[in-house]
């Protein structure tokens, strides 16, 4: 008995016009007895079967397979960044680098106050670390330009000069890649783009990873923004910073600072930089995280935790600089307000220490400073005594009775004998006015000058 062969393209075809043929007759779907529609019909039967199918079959790749944690290491190569290693953007750093770096290292350190503290840690750690060892600064971020002015007021002009070295920092791409123009500006001055939301696993995140890779030097802010109090508050250290760390092939060393006084240079809103101002800086030692990596292999131990852990710490670091640059900002400014005093005080003061006895001229001293303290006394309050204090007025008192006999120039030349004779008694030595040839001239030039006067009146 013969085998008869049958064409399965010719059995195909014999089903679906059978399949047809039911439906145009009793105007029902015909069921394959599993609960699907037919595959193939005019009414889009085709593409709701292929849907349901693709979508079976990703549940039951998502049930059956191992799925990857959330947070994982992944391995960055060096070659990741061909873009910002072209040819032309090395030419645009070598040029823009350099310039904008030592304006900004002058106007910080020439039309304001820089006063920074540790600057040795990180001069140490930019010219002596290891070969290839990575290099990561961490610090507050305060105002929109404390990358790169701080930066900048912190290194040596020899230093700024090569681009190759310095650092590279992270930037949002709403903030400085908004168009052509500004990318290709803040790529040429090692700017690389974050985007917000994207999380950390972005490109950009492999592209600073990539660079410590290389050894190179990245900068970065771990609040992920600035402060919108004027750098009274600090944002806790994101997650991102972790995974910067711990990703690189070799740990890096990382070296923290905190700031104060970019809020007065550059207040939130303002355009234009202002001068005058002093900015604090207070550089740490490095931060090391051997504890933490010791643990990186256990099971218990999530990638997760890894990068809180070493946030947490850079975080807590920042956070007690923070402490430190507030209490040094305050003691300056109150030995600034101290040290403070206006003109008519420091006339004053010296005024008070001459020896107008010498000068014929204490009786009035002595009659202006009892007139004063009759007054003082007369106006006490609750009982309690005021002590006078002497000033000297361009009105009255005693500066007009010494107008009369000299000129300003002539009375504080003057002044200063007093001031000699006072220091010569304070160390136990003669006051003899003889001892001292230019207050003996000055002492003649007045009697002369008096005894004219006198004649002139009578």
């Not at 290891?130 to 305060?142: E, G, I, Q």
């Not at 949002?172 to 985007?195: E, G, H, I, Q, Y």
């Not at 009105?395 to 007093?418: C, V």
Request: aromatic share 8%; proline share 4%.
């Amino acid at each position: 008995m013969g085998i008869q062969f049958v064409d399965k393209a010719d059995l195909w075809k014999s089903a679906l016009l059978l399949n047809l043929k039911l439906r145009d007759r009793f105007r029902i779907a015909v069921d394959d007895h599993r609960g699907r529609a037919a595959v193939f019909s005019p009414d889009g039967y085709f593409s709701s079967t292929i849907h349901r199918w693709v979508t079976r079959f990703r549940n039951f790749r998502r049930e059956s397979l191992p799925s990857p944690p959330a947070f994982y290491r992944r391995r960055v190569s060096k070659d990741l960044t061909a873009e910002e290693e072209s040819a032309l953007f090395r030419m645009l750093q070598a040029v823009a680098v350099p310039l904008i770096g030592n304006a900004c290292h002058v106007f910080m350190n020439g039309f304001n106050r820089v006063q920074v503290y540790g600057l040795e840690k990180l001069h140490d750690a930019l010219l002596n670390r290891p070969k290839n060892k990575p290099l990561v600064t961490v610090s507050n971020h305060v105002a929109s330009v404390d990358d790169p002015f701080v930066i900048a007021s912190l290194l040596p002009p020899k230093l700024l000069l090569d681009a190759r070295n310095l650092r590279w920092t992270l930037c949002a791409t709403d903030r400085c890649f908004k168009n052509p123009v500004t990318s290709a500006f803040f790529r040429s001055v090692k700017v690389l783009p974050v985007s917000r939301g994207e999380g950390i696993y972005q490109q950009g995140m492999d592209i600073a990873i990539s660079k410590l890779n290389s050894g190179g030097w990245v900068h970065i802010f771990p609040e992920g923004s600035r402060s919108r109090d004027g750098g009274k508050t600090m944002g806790s250290a994101k997650r991102g910073i972790g995974r910067l760390i711990l990703d690189a092939d070799t740990l890096p060393m990382v070296v923290p600072f905190v700031h104060t006084g970019m809020q007065d240079i550059m207040p939130v809103g303002a355009s234009v930089p202002r001068i005058g101002q002093t900015v604090t800086v207070i550089i740490g030692d490095p931060i090391h995280f051997n504890d933490i990596l010791s643990t990186e292999g256990a099971k218990h131990v999530s990638r997760k935790h890894l990068y809180d852990a070493v946030s947490s710490r850079i975080g807590q670091r920042l956070y007690d600089l923070k402490v430190q640059v507030d209490r040094v900002s305050l003691e300056q400014q109150s030995m600034m307000s101290h040290d403070a005093k206006t003109s008519s005080d420091r006339a004053a003061e010296i005024f008070h220490r001459v020896d107008w006895d010498s000068f014929g001229m204490g009786a009035q001293f002595l009659e202006e400073s009892s007139a004063s303290s009759s007054k003082q006394i007369a106006q006490t309050d609750g009982g309690i005594v005021r002590s006078p204090k002497r000033r000297v007025s361009s009105e009255g008192g005693i500066s007009l009775k010494i107008k009369k006999f000299m000129d300003s120039t002539e009375m504080m030349g003057f002044a200063a004998r007093g001031l000699f004779m006072n220091e010569y008694k304070s160390r136990g030595e003669s006051a003899n006015v003889g001892q001292i040839r230019p207050l003996k001239v000055w002492r003649e030039y007045l009697e002369v000058n008096l005894m004219n006067r006198g004649l002139q009146q009578q």
